[in-house]
């Protein structure tokens, strides 16, 4: 199992961004999959999370209306398309893949497979 983040960068406040999330070694439609974010100095915090069809989806409160999940299951890869960047939510991002039957929101116990993160730096 292979899960590689890529689209981080700096950006001004105000700016977008989108994340992809590449997958591999695994049927990538058979599983939920989310976005997990950790700032400097700060725990992991879950950030959305979407269903194997792509159908359903949910926010954190902290980015709803903000960040829109979504997924293409015949490129086996996850995005994340992140407008109106405030610097809090400057943070390492983590595409992660839920455990079969998981609600997805236990970061320690929902998840098995993490990437190793993307850069997101929001400052003017």
């Known amino acids: 199992v292979q899960l590689v983040e890529s689209g981080g960068g700096m950006v001004q406040p105000g700016g977008s961004l989108r994340l992809s999330c590449a997958a591999s070694?695994?049927?990538?439609?058979?599983?939920?999959m989310s976005w997990v974010r950790q700032a400097p100095g700060k725990g992991p915090e879950w950030v959305s999370i979407i269903n194997t069809g792509g159908g359903s989806t949910d926010y954190a409160d902290s980015v709803k209306g903000r960040f829109t999940i979504s997924r293409d299951n015949a490129k086996n890869t996850l995005y994340l398309q992140m407008n109106s960047l405030k610097p809090e939510d400057t943070a390492l991002y983590y595409c992660?893949?839920?455990?079969?039957?998981?609600?997805?929101?236990?970061?320690?116990?929902?998840?098995?497979?993490w990437g190793q993160g993307t850069q997101v730096t929001v400052s003017s």
């Open positions: 070694g695994f049927t990538f439609s058979s599983y939920d």
């Open positions: 992660a893949r839920v455990v079969v039957g998981a609600a997805g929101f236990n970061l320690y116990s929902d998840y098995d497979y």
